[in-house]
């Protein structure tokens, strides 16, 4: 069977995926993206930092971009890649959860991050709403109202500095986990208190969020919490092709997003989880220019083999 041939496979429609795929679709390149609609922002009702779309749902944001990237001859197909297999000199054949298949001369992965959410009643339905990540995404929709960290997770006391300059009424819970000395001394010189006790459910109400849970049965009443979740990078698709990961699962080996695997990158959050949307599109349109250089020696090479 004959497979539709691409020069670039992009697994992943977020900003990245998209941004990426509109770059090599502008530079005349072949380009077929593999995305479910399930991006890791889904939750959040608006984007922000994103100059001239602040505020913009990401939705939106997604739709206006498929737009664009179809108007230069992007492919879509609706369905996560399941598996990859090939390499850069016989190409890559990529196979969607709905069976299709195609081929590509180089991939971009696009697939970002898993945020592993504590595993308490309420945490679920609070993402994105009133269980927050980025301060640089909501603290200004937060601001001055009472907040909460949740704490026992690594980075977190850094995060509650951070975010006290959004508001003056901030509580670290320390989720049961021993709090250094140090780190109560910065938190308290900053004015923000300290709540001990383990974290059992984030209370909703409808739509109302009424505060935290402690294991003692009170309740820390704030408006949001703050958390820094860990995150899982769905590299699949790189460990199935033998790609180097390192020991937090992530597969660049370099900030260029390049992997151990010739003629296979990553972008967006699968280089840095943190990355806000404008940062992870950035990277993307930067990551597209060079795939499409790398084609460009390949054309050469193939070209002058030609000529023998």
Same mark, same amino acid.
């Given at each position: 069977?004959?497979?539709?041939?691409?020069?670039?496979?992009?697994?992943?429609?977020?900003?990245?995926?998209?941004?990426?795929?509109?770059?090599?679709?502008?530079?005349?390149?072949?380009?077929?993206?593999?995305?479910?609609?399930?991006?890791?922002?889904?939750?959040?009702?608006?984007?922000? /930092?994103?100059?001239? @779309?602040? !505020?913009?749902?990401?939705?939106?944001? $997604?739709?206006? %971009? =498929?737009?664009?990237? &179809?108007?230069?001859?992007?492919?879509?197909?609706?369905?996560?890649?399941?598996?990859?297999?090939?390499?850069?000199?016989?190409?890559?054949?990529?196979?969607?959860?709905?069976?299709?298949?195609?081929?590509?001369?180089?991939?971009?992965?696009?697939?970002?991050?898993?945020?592993?959410?504590?595993?308490?009643?309420?945490?679920?339905?609070?993402?994105?709403?009133?269980?927050?990540?980025?301060?640089?995404?909501?603290?200004?929709?937060?601001?001055?109202?009472?907040?909460?960290?949740?704490?026992?997770?690594?980075?977190?006391?850094?995060?509650?500095?951070?975010?006290?300059?959004?508001?003056?009424?901030?509580?670290?819970?320390?989720?049961?986990?021993?709090?250094?000395?140090?780190?109560?001394?910065?938190?308290?010189?900053? /004015?923000?208190?300290? @709540?001990? !006790?383990?974290?059992?459910?984030?209370? $909703?109400?409808? %739509? =109302?969020?009424?505060? &935290?849970?402690?294991?003692?049965?009170?309740?820390?009443?704030?408006?949001?919490?703050?958390?820094?979740?860990?995150?899982?990078?769905?590299?699949?698709?790189?460990?199935?092709?033998?790609?180097?990961?390192?020991?937090?699962?992530?597969?660049?080996?370099?900030?260029?997003?390049?992997?151990?695997?010739?003629?296979?990158?990553?972008?967006?959050?699968?280089?840095?989880?943190?990355?806000?949307?404008?940062?992870?599109?950035?990277?993307?349109?930067?990551?597209?220019?060079?795939?499409?250089?790398?084609?460009?020696?390949?054309?050469?090479?193939?070209?002058?083999?030609?000529?023998?």
């Amino acid at each position: 069977m004959t497979l539709d041939q691409f020069d670039v496979a992009v697994v992943g429609g977020g900003a990245a995926g998209l941004s990426a795929a509109l770059t090599l679709g502008r530079s005349r390149r072949s380009v077929v993206i593999f995305d479910a609609g399930e991006p890791r922002n889904a939750p959040a009702a608006e984007m922000h /930092g994103f100059l001239s @779309r602040d !505020g913009l749902a990401p939705s939106e944001l $997604l739709q206006v %971009g =498929r737009g664009e990237v &179809i108007s230069y001859g992007v492919r879509f197909i609706g369905h996560t890649a399941a598996a990859v297999r090939g390499d850069v000199d016989t190409g890559f054949v990529v196979t969607a959860g709905n069976g299709t298949e195609i081929a590509a001369r180089r991939l971009i992965l696009a697939t970002g991050v898993e945020d592993r959410l504590p595993a308490i009643p309420g945490a679920r339905e609070a993402w994105g709403r009133f269980l927050l990540h980025c301060p640089y995404c909501h603290g200004y929709e937060v601001r001055d109202r009472p907040l909460a960290i949740f704490g026992g997770l690594p980075g977190a006391v850094g995060q509650a500095l951070l975010i006290r300059q959004w508001t003056t009424d901030l509580t670290y819970v320390t989720n049961g986990m021993a709090l250094a000395e140090e780190d109560r001394h910065k938190l308290l010189a900053r /004015g923000i208190d300290v @709540r001990e !006790g383990a974290i059992t459910a984030l209370v $909703l109400d409808g %739509g =109302r969020f009424d505060g &935290i849970r402690l294991d003692g049965g009170h309740t820390v009443r704030v408006d949001a919490v703050f958390i820094r979740p860990p995150a899982r990078p769905r590299t699949e698709l790189i460990a199935s092709l033998g790609g180097t990961l390192d020991a937090s699962g992530f597969a660049h080996i370099d900030p260029s997003g390049r992997t151990s695997i010739p003629g296979v990158w990553v972008t967006g959050n699968l280089v840095d989880p943190r990355a806000q949307v404008i940062t992870a599109a950035g990277h993307a349109n930067a990551v597209a220019m060079e795939v499409n250089a790398n084609l460009v020696d390949d054309d050469v090479h193939t070209a002058l083999l030609a000529l023998d």
